[in-house]
């Protein structure tokens, strides 16, 4: 259960296994759970109001207007009866409060109305219908935060990428707490490869993941020189060894090389059926390789096309985006704020700030605001993930995207792929 000691909150177990009360199962919270609360709870100052609405945003699965929230913020305390020692007052002094701790107990937002946690000890079920009446009554439309693979599978429209991880064993223990706070706030899709830091990458997703794993939707990618049959089998061991796993979610081939296509296809579609991988895509594959994949055997069982995508490298939405979007197949975006060229933006800094957010973060905004896009930016320092992560409660307004689209003018010719 959680107490209230003076202003600050301690977190207990309260037993094991399920209880049922009312005709209702109270679910005991899990060790991740209780994690992410007292990670609410001891975060330092200096919090901003837009990272308490993008935790608030998260648990409800709903966007507040930034004019509507401290009387919503009201409104909720007032609700649920907690003192109001445990919360921010104003939310900006950084104190999380008890609000989202509690509320992300109560489970996922589509399952508010059926589940509770006994973690907590004020988090009862109609006080959390209370809460969530509040919250769709203040609320407004909030952006997508899933997109569906061709498959069916739903999977976030933001993830965590990985690229330059893993490079320096010095760096390897910044690096594994970002990732598990982009867990902590719901960011589950994470991309990695072979090719990054010679397999180092890998190793350092695999320290952040242990103990966490089903909560992850793992990307990961091959080589070309490694995209023989033989090859791609001890590639895709390898990587498995190395993240302590026993599958990856989606493999990728990381771009084209000398191997004949429907080879690296065969064994990709080996590597499924055995349950070493979940999905295979492809990345850096331009129209005529989409277009040459589509008429192979399989070839349609793709479920991504990872490329560069952001504001400056529009040139996909001529003719690739089109494709992979009439064939049902999202693109997965690498460098969506251009390694970090776009946070210095100054026209992106205006539009900002309407939003009472950074640049980086309305470039971002941009890139999962595209149907079918999942953007997958990387970081290393600890509020540049809590920046990404809020970014996904952006909602760009017509005038934005004009202003955008002046800024940064799309494609009117086929430009060929870029990579970097």
Not at 17 to 34: C, D, K, P, W
Not at 341 to 369: C, E, F, N, P, S
């Amino acid at each position: 259960m959680m107490k209230n000691s003076g202003s600050r909150l301690t977190i207990e177990n309260t037993g094991d296994g399920n209880r049922s009360t009312g005709g209702r199962t109270l679910v005991q919270a899990s060790e991740r759970r209780r994690r992410y609360i007292s990670m609410l709870l001891d975060h330092p100052t200096g919090r901003s109001t837009a990272m308490e609405l993008s935790y608030i945003n998260l648990i409800f699965g709903v966007k507040f207007k930034r004019s509507d929230f401290l009387s919503t913020h009201k409104r909720m305390r007032t609700a649920i009866s907690v003192p109001s020692s445990v919360f921010a007052t104003p939310p900006e002094d950084g104190s999380i409060g008890l609000l989202s701790g509690m509320a992300r107990e109560l489970g996922h937002p589509a399952k508010r109305h059926e589940n509770t946690c006994s973690v907590v000890a004020v988090a009862n079920l109609p006080r959390y219908d209370k809460l969530a009446k509040i919250a769709e009554e203040t609320a407004m439309p909030s952006p997508s935060v899933t997109t569906t693979l061709p498959s069916g599978e739903a999977v976030p429209v933001l993830g965590q990428g990985t690229w330059m991880m893993g490079e320096d064993r010095s760096g390897t223990a910044d690096e594994v707490a970002a990732l598990r706070l982009g867990l902590d706030l719901g960011v589950t899709l994470i991309d990695t490869a072979e090719m990054y830091g010679s397999g180092g990458a890998e190793k350092v997703v695999g320290e952040a993941i242990a103990g966490r794993r089903d909560e992850v939707f793992l990307v990961s990618k091959v080589l070309p020189s490694n995209a023989s049959r033989n090859g791609v089998i001890r590639a895709c061991e390898a990587s498995l060894k190395r993240m302590h796993t026993d599958r990856i979610d989606l493999y990728l081939l990381h771009w084209r090389g000398g191997v004949p296509l429907a080879e690296t296809i065969a064994v990709f579609e080996e590597l499924r059926q055995s349950g070493k991988i979940r999905h295979w895509g492809v990345s850096n594959f331009d129209t005529d390789d989409m277009e040459e994949m589509s008429r192979l055997s399989k070839g349609k069982n793709a479920q991504t096309n990872q490329v560069l995508y952001n504001l400056t490298r529009r040139g996909i939405e001529f003719d690739l985006m089109p494709l992979c979007r009439a064939g049902g197949l999202p693109v997965m975006a690498y460098s969506p704020v251009e390694q970090g060229a776009l946070a210095d933006d100054k026209g992106l800094a205006a539009i900002a700030t309407r939003h009472d957010a950074t640049a980086a973060q309305v470039a971002l905004a941009w890139v999962m605001a595209q149907p079918g896009v999942i953007a997958i930016p990387k970081a290393t320092r600890l509020e540049h993930v809590r920046q990404n992560a809020a970014a996904r409660d952006i909602a760009l307004t017509a005038q934005d995207l004009a202003e955008l689209d002046s800024l940064f003018p799309p494609p009117q010719r086929k430009r060929p792929l870029e990579m970097i």
